[in-house]
């Protein structure tokens, strides 16, 4: 399936969708859900290790250091067709954490550094679930920590060599959300959609 199919499925599955303060869980499902009736295969919280054990994905944006992985990532939905991914799928409530300057002071806040850099060799202000999609594409298709350490770029191709179907789905965006996130969906080919728009 086409990637910008595979948009318009999402969008019409979440097209007035009810979505209150802490929405996420329940859109996670009801997205899973429509994308199944779509006679995809969308793997839910990566439970088949698309995202490998111990690959790091972002960097603390209070010391710009990159931060180690003890575990395993998890992509909210790996979607599949005929046993090949074709997208990676992550879903917020919100995007609430995101600043123009500065770091949310919230613990376990979700404002993060890329790991990779833009074309001016500058990190890319970002979310911890869109860094985790970045690095899965990037290590999918052969890409190293090494290497990704050492991308400096705004091309697509460079980010996402394999050209993965990148969505950020949130209940609730705010203009400046939208501002802020451009330069790295840009650079990704992601897509960031809003069941709600606000100003």
Known sequence: MAIDALEDIVRSAVRGYPVGPKSGNQLHRHLHDSIVAASLDPDFQDSRGFLRPGEAVWR?????????????????????????????IEV???????RESGVSNRSGHCDVYSIARNADGVWFDSYQSLERMGAAAFHAAGG?????????????????????????VTGFSRSRDRRILAPRLAALGAR????????
């Open 192 to 199: 960031l959609i809003s069941v709600v728009d606000r100003p």
């Open 144 to 168: 190293t920590r090494d290497a990704l350490e050492r991308l400096s770029s705004n091309d697509p191709a460079a980010h996402n060599p394999a050209g993965l179907g990148l969505f950020v």
């Open 92 to 98: 917020e409530s919100d995007l609430n954490d995101l």
């Open 60 to 88: 603390d944006k209070h010391s710009g250091r990159v931060v180690e992985t003890a575990g395993r990532r998890r992509i909210d939905l790996v979607v599949r067709d005929g046993g090949r991914v074709i997208a990676l």
